[in-house]
């Protein structure tokens, strides 16, 4: 702005000079004729001088002449006023399970505000507000005069006070090269908002002011506008309001950190009780009602709504990541622009999911304490401490941070202040958090006794997510464990070796023999060998169908499988199915050992029962501007990735899971959810040493996923009879699903698999196998006798290492 000022300076400098020659030429015209007029007529002649002097002040500094003055609201921000508004995100059955807001502003309409509060209001701010134009002139005489006393009084009207409020006139609007002038800056404000409170009374009746003002008003606490206000301080609506509340609120606003009845109640309840009687005196209410008002107490009901209130916070914690290229695309703010979200969440099945996993959670963690008692939890493969285990995490810290900054790197000083006590909150299962006292140091140790969990839950045929739970706590750990964690899936990553056999001719019924297999490769020029092991390192010779050796996680198999059809080919399919994290082209990767998140793998397994029809995982379904404009609507597009005849093959192994003697599956027999006229199928998983669980089960109408594991893949269970998937994350499914099938809103997801499919299938899959409870081995094969055993394990597998 300088360099364009001083560009034009000359002929500014010119322009003043011609003006100002003509201005004393009229002048001294005007002096001469004021001279002969009689008395009366001076005064005239004062007045309409000073009235005309007076607007063409306003008007060059409304126009900015000359970039002197700084720019003011422009008629089309007056016309179409901007404020930040709240977001609200709400689910598919019409419940508002947060918001994402900078200022928490939910707009009401005039309708829906109390009379009283409105009464009150102006009685108390500004008791012309009927009469005058934006500008109270009598007001203003009134405060001159008591400045002239040494009394202080405000002159500011309600549209003013507007100004202030929604165009920030006083710290986002320049003051231009005058407002660097000691003593002209407040001035110049001071005229913006006296022309800009005009303009509003001239676009706007007297109601819309009300209305505005009410909606940009803050009245501190996290609380801007009357919506949020009432909510904040009474827990009730702006339409509710009484006497004794609409006088705190109004009271409020002469200094909201002086008259908060939160941090100062006696200067409330005074400010509270002069609004009252402003009252009376504008005999709105009588005395006798003013006193026996004044003997109430300020009766607060106050909670300050924070970004992070409310339901599947992990879930609209996500939501936020996932809407910002939609949002930098089409120019829209989650956090200012008032948007209402409609998600496929179903805040009853939200509920039921965070319910499970904080039941299961709460005795995994009991079975973790009592399995780690007296030793730390962070162990090798030799169950010996990883060394610096804790120091490495501390060094992660902000704290860590802070004091190496502080200390120059000091390694004495920061280890001082490290394992230093001091007052702090963690996680505890009994209050949520506990105030306790604890080193840095101390409270890694006690964090990473944890054991951690997600779930998800979505319709396989519309891929809408209808269940989100992203870790035990929010709180405590925001990182998301649906869609932003990946772990190694185990054994539920056979669903893609299988798929590709099946793409590859194989059915649900040949026969394989449970065998040790050994995988010999080249990576990175080197030879390599592998040779994994089934759950109990041993194998039975037996020869098993494939949906029994899919039933029971037989690893031999998937690997005996992997190896016909090859890694690529199992890569190929499992992209297609749904996994978009890049996989490791590795041998152990048919037994799970690449990372990938919940909920692609979820989606993965929605692909099979959904008939071979891939979708993108369904958050928002449509997306609405404050003025209920439709501005987002999902795809709902499918497109086919494997066959139908595939598709049908695969969920009959998942169903196998159910129905194979002995399958990893059948735990889910313990829930009730039987009853219901409902199918089910699934696969358990759990990864090496045991340090991630994982459990997919499905049905037709609904789907769900359970991950459970530690926050860092060295804190795990020792053991597959206390780590394994169908021990730690097949329950959270059986306790979400018995709540499900029990709600009697939610019938909609019950219902049985198709007996007849809607093709014809070329293979044989109605297989059943049976095994004799004094079965022997009686296959021919190179194992030796000692390594097997009469019975097929029974327990998930875990991945084995190369």
């Known amino acids: 702005m300088w360099k364009k000022f001083l560009s034009q300076l000359p002929i500014i400098w010119e322009f003043i000079k011609i003006w100002w020659s003509k201005f004393i030429t009229w002048r001294k015209a005007r002096l001469v004729r004021y001279r002969g007029l009689i008395w009366y007529k001076k005064i005239a002649n004062i007045i309409i001088t000073s009235i005309v002097l007076f607007l063409i002040y306003l008007f060059i500094v409304d126009i900015n002449f000359l970039w002197l003055f700084g720019k003011s609201p422009s008629l089309s921000s007056i016309s179409n006023p901007y404020q930040s508004e709240?977001?609200?995100i709400i689910t598919t059955d019409g419940k508002v399970i947060g918001k994402y807001f900078n200022e928490n502003r939910t707009p009401v309409k005039y309708e829906e505000i109390s009379p009283i509060l409105i009464k009150t209001l102006i009685s108390t701010e500004d008791e012309r507000f009927y009469k005058h134009f934006g500008i109270d002139f009598e007001g203003v005489i009134a405060a001159i005069k008591d400045m002239t006393k040494g009394k202080s009084r405000g002159a500011s009207t309600i549209t003013q006070q507007l100004v202030k409020n929604m165009y920030k006139?006083?710290?986002q609007y320049s003051t231009g090269l005058f407002g660097y002038i000691p003593g002209l800056k407040i001035v110049?404000?001071?005229t913006k908002e006296w022309t800009t409170a005009v303009k509003i009374e001239i676009f706007y009746t007297k109601k819309e002011i009300l209305t505005m003002y009410f909606n940009t008003v803050d009245f501190g606490s996290n609380a801007y506008g009357i919506h949020t206000a009432a909510k904040t301080f009474f827990k009730t609506t702006a339409a509710k309001l009484n006497y004794e509340q609409s006088a705190t609120l109004v009271g409020l606003l002469k200094a909201t950190t002086t008259y908060s009845p939160i941090s100062h109640p006696k200067r409330s309840l005074e400010r509270r009780n002069v609004v009252l009687e402003n009252l009376v005196r504008h005999k709105i209410i009588t005395?006798?009602?003013?006193?026996?008002?004044?003997?109430?107490?300020i009766e607060l009901n106050f909670s300050v709504e924070q970004s992070y209130d409310g339901d599947a916070l992990h879930f609209r914690a996500y939501l936020d990541k996932y809407l910002q290229d939609w949002e930098n695309e089409n120019g829209y703010d989650i956090y200012t622009d008032g948007l209402k979200i409609y998600v496929t969440i179903d805040s009853r099945m939200q509920k039921y999911a965070e319910e499970a996993v904080n039941k299961q959670m709460r005795q995994v963690q009991r079975r973790f304490f009592d399995h780690w008692r007296g030793q730390n939890p962070w162990q090798d493969e030799n169950h010996k401490d990883i060394v610096n285990f804790i120091e490495d995490k501390a060094k992660k810290t902000k704290r860590?941070?802070?004091?190496?900054?502080?200390?120059n790197n000091n390694p004495d000083s920061i280890n001082k202040y490290l394992n230093q006590p001091h007052r702090t909150k963690v996680f505890d299962y009994k209050r949520g958090e506990k105030d306790t006292t604890l080193s840095v140091m101390d409270s890694i140790r006690y964090m990473n006794h944890f054991m951690h969990s997600s779930f998800v839950a979505m319709e396989?045929?519309?891929?809408?997510?209808?269940?989100?739970?992203?870790?035990?706590d929010f709180k405590f750990w925001q990182y998301d464990k649906v869609a932003q964690a990946k772990r190694q899936p185990g054994s539920t990553f056979k669903l893609f070796v299988y798929t590709a056999a099946i793409m590859n001719g194989k059915s649900p019924c040949d026969m394989m023999t449970d065998k040790p297999v050994t995988w010999n490769y080249v990576e990175k020029g080197q030879s390599k060998s592998w040779s994994p092991h089934n759950a109990n390192g041993q194998f039975s010779g037996r020869s098993v169908s494939l949906k029994h050796a899919f039933g029971r996680s037989i690893n031999s198999v998937a690997v005996q499988l992997a190896q016909e059809v090859g890694i690529k080919e199992i890569v190929k399919y499992a992209h297609l199915l749904g996994i978009r994290t890049p996989l490791e082209e590795q041998p152990s990767l048919c037994l799970g050992s690449s990372d990938v998140s919940l909920l692609e793998l979820?989606?993965?397994?929605?692909?099979?029962?959904n008939e071979g029809m891939y979708h993108d995982p369904i958050l928002v379904t449509r997306i609405e501007d404050k003025d209920g404009k439709i501005i987002y609507q999902h795809n709902t597009e499918q497109k086919r990735v494997i066959p139908y005849e595939a598709a049908w093959l695969v969920t009959e192994l998942l169903k196998g899971g159910m129905t194979e003697p002995g399958a990893t599956t059948q735990a889910l027999w313990e829930w009730d959810l039987f009853r219901s006229n409902t199918d089910f199928g699934g696969k358990t998983g759990t990864s090496s040493n045991h340090s991630d669980a994982w459990f997919v089960g499905v049905s037709p109408k609904l789907i769900g996923g359970a991950w459970v594991g530690g926050e860092h893949r060295s804190v795990h269970f020792r053991t597959g009879q206390l780590g394994e998937g169908s021990r730690t994350a097949l329950p959270i499914f059986?306790?979400?699903?018995?709540?499900?099938?029990a709600d009697k809103s939610l019938t909609q997801y019950r219902g049985k698999f198709l007996t007849k499919p809607k093709e014809k299938i070329s293979r044989d899959y109605s297989c059943h196998t049976y095994l004799p409870p004094d079965s022997t081995l009686t296959d021919s094969t190179q194992v030796p006798i000692e390594e097997m055993i009469d019975a097929v394990p029974t327990t998930d597998e875990e991945t084995p290492k190369e």
């Open 169 to 171: 006139t006083r710290n």
């Open 400 to 407: 860590y941070a802070s004091l190496k900054a502080k200390y």
């Open 188 to 190: 110049i404000m001071k």
């Open 602 to 609: 979820v989606n993965a397994f929605a692909t099979v029962v």
């Open 287 to 297: 005395q006798h009602q003013c006193d026996s008002l004044k003997k109430i107490p």
């Open 734 to 741: 059986g306790l979400f699903m018995e709540k499900v099938l």
């Open 460 to 472: 396989p045929e519309t891929g809408n997510v209808r269940a989100w739970v992203g870790d035990i």
């Open 86 to 88: 709240a977001s609200e």
